[in-house]
């Protein structure tokens, strides 16, 4: 029988573990190695942080998606190619597993360490839990109205650090929680949001409209250069006074020792056109340094998946003393949602109206969501909702109901939102008592 260790709870280790398990049925021993219970799918974060999903839908608990693994809690702290061993560290014990065939899917961390101010000041979405935290943070700023004018306008403020997909769908989806509440900044070190579509005008128009409609107030070509406890500071010395930061600066890959003469320079795993490290070894999704025609394919949920799969397969081709195969897969495309029917999307190289690119994400991630049963949940949500039947044009924001209300049915973040601008509000009062 075949040892086959799976380092990693993401999408390529339970991908892999699927096609291993097809291929090779109960010829395989498979013993995934994780430090974490759950399996954390992230395409709908931006519908959790809009306060429509709960976070909870989103978690698929290990034993149920990878049932017939031997699961060990922890992190790989050391491989050992040649005597094809992985030491295993949690909470003070260690492990020695043995293996036949290791597959390193351990994923990327936050890349929070190389900006100043980040890791204590600022808020992650990738690791478990994270969400879960920020909407916390989010909560119980909803429940403070500061006195001070300034402090009110810090409160008030949120900036999304980073424009790609996930820092682009965040603050959008941010801008949707809590609609003219809150001011929300997205700021770009480029010329323009979601790099990837620097040169698709169109996408580009389509992006940045979505966001205004967002109430999104994007800064490009501007580089935070300082986190602190009140805000971010700018490249050009000038300040942005908020209480909340959010980091979408991509990622990094954690090192494990007794792999690194394997690494690239920016520390992902080489792998041939196979997913192959080296004898034993192979590597799919973030961690690894996979290539398409000499350059490196997204670090995407679909990419991750079928690199997974691929490996599964080879290693049962392997165990039939087959040749490996190599990776094949060209790619679909890419989209960024922004609001329910609205969605920026690129398939087969061709733009979709917003409509069908939204449809075509829902379809796709649930599709690809680990859990049925997690997979019906998010069904049963959608269904409820008022679905739109054309494009629509979002003018508000979207209803908060856990939001505490105020005198006059207002929110505590509207109060907010009025204590920092004083004389606007002195403006409206009139208007107000007059029904106006």
């Known amino acids: 029988m075949k040892r086959i260790v ?5 999408y390529s280790s339970v991908w892999c573990y699927r096609a291993i398990r097809r291929w090779m049925g109960a010829s395989a021993r498979i013993t995934v190695v994780a430090p974490f219970r759950e ?42 190619p040649d005597r ?30 190389h900006l100043p101010g980040l890791a204590e000041h600022g808020w992650s979405l990738r690791s478990p839990g994270r969400v879960e935290a920020l909407l916390e943070h989010l909560d119980w700023i909803d429940r403070q109205v500061p006195e001070d004018a300034e402090d009110a306008r810090r409160a008030t403020t949120i900036v999304v650090v980073g424009a790609g997909f996930a820092g682009t769908e965040v603050a959008a989806a941010l801008g949707r929680r809590y609609g003219d509440a809150r001011r929300i900044v997205l700021i770009s070190g480029s010329r323009t949001v979601v790099p990837v579509w620097q040169d ?13 409609d967002a109430g999104v107030e994007l800064l490009t070509e501007t580089r935070v250069v300082a986190v602190d406890e009140h805000g971010v500071e700018l490249g050009d010395g000038s300040r942005i006074e908020a209480a909340t930061v959010v980091s979408s600066l991509g990622s990094t890959v954690p090192v494990i020792p007794g792999l690194e003469r ?29 290539r398409r025609r000499g350059d490196r394919v997204p670090k995407e949920a679909l ?55 939204w449809l075509v994400r829902g379809a796709f991630f649930l599709w690809y969501m680990p859990s049925r049963r997690t ?8 269904l409820g909702r008022r679905l739109p039947v054309a494009v629509p044009v979002v003018t508000g924001p979207i209803p908060r109901p856990n939001l505490v209300g105020l005198a006059g049915g207002r929110s505590r973040a509207a109060a907010l939102r009025d204590q920092a601008a004083p004389d606007r509000v002195a403006a409206e009062q009139p208007r107000r008592a007059a029904g106006a």
């Open 303 to 357: 990419w991750a998946i079928r690199a997974g799969t691929t490996v599964g397969r080879n290693i049962a081709r392997r165990s039939r003393r087959a040749e490996a195969r190599r990776f094949g897969f060209r790619g679909l495309g890419t989209v960024a949602a922004f609001a329910p029917g609205r969605a920026v999307a690129m398939l087969w190289g061709i733009p979709l109206p917003q409509l069908v690119g």
């Open 84 to 113: 094809r061993t992985v030491t295993v560290e949690w909470q003070g014990e260690t492990r020695v597993v043995s293996y036949d065939e290791l597959v390193v899917a351990t994923g990327a961390q936050d890349r929070i360490d």
């Open 262 to 290: 394997f690494q690239e320079p920016d520390g992902l795993l080489a792998v041939d056109e196979c997913l192959r490290v080296t004898d034993g070894v192979w590597s799919a999704g973030d961690v690894a340094a996979v």
């Open 375 to 382: 997979a019906l949940s998010i069904v049963r949500w959608t």
């Open 6 to 10: 799976i380092l990693g709870g993401g």
């Open 39 to 80: 399996h954390v799918f992230h395409g709908f974060t931006g519908e959790v942080l809009e306060g429509g999903l709960k976070p909870e839908m989103l978690v698929s608990p290990l034993d149920e998606v990878i049932p017939r693994a031997e699961r060990v809690q922890g992190w790989a702290t050391a491989v050992d």
């Open 200 to 212: 698709k005008r169109s996408l580009q128009d389509r992006l940045q409209r979505n966001l205004r």
